[in-house]
């Protein structure tokens, strides 16, 4: 009998099965993950890889062997200045094309089923207590588990078939590869570019390495975010926005091909399951700040793997995975930049980006989080009095501006 189906081969299912693998050895044959598009298949996503992705999957015994750019630090400009910290390797970039397919073929090479061209249209749940079931309709066929994983990304059936709200942070996210041009930072580093205010968000610059031809992912991410973030005001023109810069930089959008997708942020107070469905990755919600999803996507993987193997063997149960969640470091770290997308793209914003370059401290702890590095608590604490000290100054300069307008 199939103990597991899981909706959407990404990173986060396919680490999903792999993980509940690992936890529950011998019983691959009863996983099967459905996925709609067929290997190798393209993901809009510019491919940085943070290398504590990587290492937790070395945790079970995983190492997706793809080309890819090595990455030691990180660039921020914002404010009219530029920080750089090196941390050595903190991750990679990849092209999702390649990365994914080998993942995919890891999780066959284990015994577990991989069904390519099996587009879900809907969830339906039947049967109460013990015997409940869960059927999988696609189009072509129906699969029936006790529990099910929705792991289909931004766009997820999965989600919808909770009742769950489509989004209350998305992002609209523009990208395209370009050569290199005179003025790119050195190619290992991330750069993140702040500089445009109108923005709920950022411009890009990472390199990538397409069919061995050294290039440039260029984008930009922007946030949209409030009870139902699709049908909010449709903030700056991305097209215009990423053509104007890609033009101060001697390139030419029109000469382009541009890849245009949405991104889900994680909102704390959501549900992300029931007593039969959990969601994972994009699906459940990523990283509104800087839209990183992949790390988070293997992390909800492994996380939601090893819980599921003690649901299967009844050791727990599958509601209590929003609780799990929580109280797990990928928890505390989502509601961590839930709160800081808030702040720092509402009105304080122009405290909060000098405080990130007014030292190296912000950008060298964000360049060993990304990389899974142990931070050392001088940087942690030198971040935290900047942020305080910054969230002070916005609110005298809210008392001043406010007095002003009197
Ligand atoms: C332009 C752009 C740039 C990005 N750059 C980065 C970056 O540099 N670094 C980073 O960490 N993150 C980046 N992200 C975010 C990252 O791409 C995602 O967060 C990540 O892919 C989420 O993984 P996932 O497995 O949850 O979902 P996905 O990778 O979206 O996988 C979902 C899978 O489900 C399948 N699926 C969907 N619907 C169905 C269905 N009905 N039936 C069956 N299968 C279905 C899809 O085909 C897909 O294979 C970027 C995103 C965008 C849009």
């Not at 986060?12 to 993950?33: K, N």
């Not at 059927?135 to 997820?156: E, I, N, Y």
């Not at 903030?235 to 033009?247: H, N």
């Amino acid at each position: 009998m199939t103990d597991l189906v899981i909706v959407g081969g990404g990173p986060a299912g396919l680490t999903t099965a792999l993980a509940l693998d690992a936890a529950r050895p011998g019983r691959a044959s009863e996983i099967v993950v459905l996925e709609r598009a067929r290997y190798p298949r393209e993901k809009p996503c510019a491919g940085a890889v943070g290398r504590r992705g990587d290492d937790l999957l070395a945790t079970i015994g995983v190492r997706v062997d793809v080309s890819g750019v090595p990455i030691s630090g990180m660039a921020l400009g914002a404010a009219g200045t530029e920080r750089t910290a090196r941390t050595g390797t903190i991750g990679r970039v990849v092209r999702r094309l390649e990365f994914d397919a080998a993942l995919a073929a890891e999780v066959r090479r284990r015994g577990i089923r991989v069904v390519e061209g099996a587009k879900v249209e809907s969830l339906m749940h039947r049967g109460d207590g013990a015997s409940a079931r869960v059927d999988v309709v696609t189009d072509g066929a129906v699969f029936t588990a006790p529990f099910v994983v929705g792991a289909d990304g931004v766009g997820s059936v999965a989600r919808r078939a909770l009742g769950l709200p489509g989004a209350t942070m998305l992002a609209q996210v523009l990208e395209v590869d370009t050569p290199a041009v005179a003025g790119d930072r050195p190619r290992d580093l991330l750069y993140f570019d702040l500089h445009d205010r109108e923005l709920a968000g950022y411009f890009w610059d990472f390199p990538t390495l397409v069919d061995g031809e050294p290039l440039v992912c260029r984008g930009v991410y922007q946030l949209r975010s409030g009870t139902s973030a699709a049908e909010g005001p449709p903030g700056p023109d991305l097209t215009s926005r990423l053509g104007a810069r890609l033009a101060a930089q001697g390139l030419s959008i029109d000469a382009c091909k541009r890849k245009r997708y949405s991104e889900r942020g994680y909102v704390s107070r959501e549900r992300i399951g029931d007593d039969r469905c959990l969601l994972v990755g994009e699906a459940a919600g990523i990283d509104p700040t800087t839209g990183e999803g992949i790390a988070q996507a293997i992390e909800y993987g492994v996380l939601a793997g090893r819980f599921l193997a003690r649901v299967l063997q009844g050791r727990a149960e599958a509601r209590g995975w929003g609780r799990e969640l929580a109280r797990s470091r990928l928890g505390v770290d989502l509601r961590v930049r839930s709160r800081l997308a808030r702040a720092f793209y509402g009105d304080a914003r122009p405290e909060l980006e000098a405080m990130l370059v007014s030292g190296d401290s912000a950008v060298l702890a964000g360049s060993r989080h990304f990389g899974g590095k142990r931070h050392d608590l001088s940087t942690l604490g030198q971040v935290g009095w900047n942020i305080g000290r910054a969230w002070l100054e916005h609110q005298l300069h809210g008392v001043t501006r406010s007095r002003v307008g009197r």
